[in-house]
């Protein structure tokens, strides 16, 4: 690799084998769901190309999204995921479907929170994480506050679905209730082709368990 090149990096959990394909699933349905009977879609033409459906085994949770970095700092990010692996896995529920960004989404979510919404241990998890990569890298975590979520669709171009989005959402069918534990914090690279991203795991490491 030359040293000109940079890579594209995120820290994520993934949701359990099980989960995912409960998400894909759902995520099918809610793209028939959004189209009338004729075949268009129901949040109108303006909304852009059908939705894309992501292969679940590229489902995720980003906890950090990192850009694009010098890969001579994937080390340095290893071992700074090694230090917040103390952490005990969060115990998370799948939650209501969102579309991302708010004002010009591009895709459809499902939100993850906390079982327990006092409980806030998904929010620390990610606050410790972000607080450690900026110690480690010239980065600094978003402003904006955290929201936990699984993307499972994309537009195939620019959307303007916002603007219909309650209508849309009318529309979806019940997101799947399913409670997991991730097991493991993972600093992916993403690779981006015109077909979609492909997300390569470089580094990464089990959560503790609440009884460890």
């Known amino acids: 690799m030359?040293?000109?090149?940079k890579a594209r990096l995120f820290v994520a959990i993934d949701p359990p084998a099980s989960v995912r394909e409960a998400l894909a699933t759902w995520a099918r349905a809610a793209a028939s769901a959004l189209r009338s009977p004729a075949g268009?879609?129901?949040i109108g033409r303006d909304a852009g190309?059908?939705?894309?459906i992501l292969d679940p085994d590229s489902l995720h949770l980003t906890l950090c999204f990192l850009g694009s970095r010098a890969p001579?700092?994937?080390d340095a990010l290893a071992?700074?995921?090694?230090?917040?692996l103390q952490h005990a896995s969060p115990e998370l529920c799948l939650g209501a479907p969102v579309w991302l960004p708010p004002r010009r989404p591009r895709a459809l979510a499902v939100e993850v929170h906390d079982i327990d919404q006092r409980d806030g241990s998904l929010a620390r998890l990610q606050h410790a994480v972000a607080s450690a990569i900026a110690e480690t890298i010239d980065w600094r975590p978003e402003r904006r506050r955290f929201r936990g979520h699984v993307t499972v669709a994309r537009t195939r171009s620019g959307s303007r679905a916002a603007r219909r989005s309650s209508v849309s959402?009318?529309?979806?069918p019940p997101t799947p209730q399913r409670s997991f534990k991730p097991e493991r914090v993972v600093l992916y690279r993403s690779w981006l082709a015109p077909t979609g991203a492909t997300?390569?795991?470089v580094a990464g490491g089990?959560?503790?368990?609440?009884?460890a």
Do not use: C, Q
Request: aromatic share 4%; no cysteine.
């Open 2 to 5: 030359s040293a000109g090149k």
């Open 49 to 52: 190309a059908p939705l894309r």
């Open 72 to 74: 001579d700092e994937i």
């Open 169 to 172: 959402n009318a529309r979806l």
């Open 206 to 211: 089990p959560l503790r368990t609440a009884d």
């Open 199 to 201: 997300y390569e795991p």
């Open 40 to 42: 268009r879609s129901s």
């Open 79 to 84: 071992d700074t995921i090694d230090e917040v």
